[in-house]
């Protein structure tokens, strides 16, 4: 059974960083695509980032482009998600999910494609 676990938001302010991490169990990242998405209040949930199965493709939306890194450590079955020059707009609960059906070097940060889903966590950016 595949749990996803997110750990490390918190309170920044503008133009600060953050890691998050997604710590997956149950199944190996070698056999999941992984993909970052978040929530602002009021808002629908946006895909941010995702990495693909063999970790050569990643995604980025183009609002986080230069600014998040996603990454990942086989060893500890961990994805990351480095978030760098935080704004204000990058407020929102952030969730990582998991797909065992995308093909090896592909990925795409669409809600539909993910059915394993972590519980979240918040992330706000304030001065």
């Known amino acids: 059974q595949l749990q996803l676990v997110e750990s490390g938001g918190g309170l920044v302010q503008p133009g600060g960083s953050l890691r998050l991490s997604c710590a997956a169990s149950?199944?190996?990242?070698?056999?999941?695509?992984i993909g970052w998405f978040r929530q602002a209040p009021g808002k629908e949930r946006e895909g941010v980032s995702c990495?693909?199965?063999?970790?050569?493709?990643?995604n980025y939306v183009d609002s986080v482009k230069g600014r998040f890194t996603i990454s990942r450590d086989i060893a500890k079955n961990t994805v990351f998600l480095q978030m760098n020059s935080l704004q204000l707009e990058d407020t929102a609960d952030y969730f990582c999910?998991?797909?065992?059906?995308?093909?090896?070097?592909?990925?795409?940060?669409?809600?539909?494609?993910?059915?394993?889903w972590g519980q979240g966590t918040q992330v706000t950016v304030s001065s």
């Open positions: 999910a998991g797909s065992l059906l995308a093909s090896p070097n592909t990925c795409v940060a669409t809600k539909a494609v993910y059915p394993y």
């Open positions: 149950g199944v190996s990242l070698d056999y999941l695509t």
């Open positions: 990495i693909s199965k063999s970790g050569r493709t990643t």
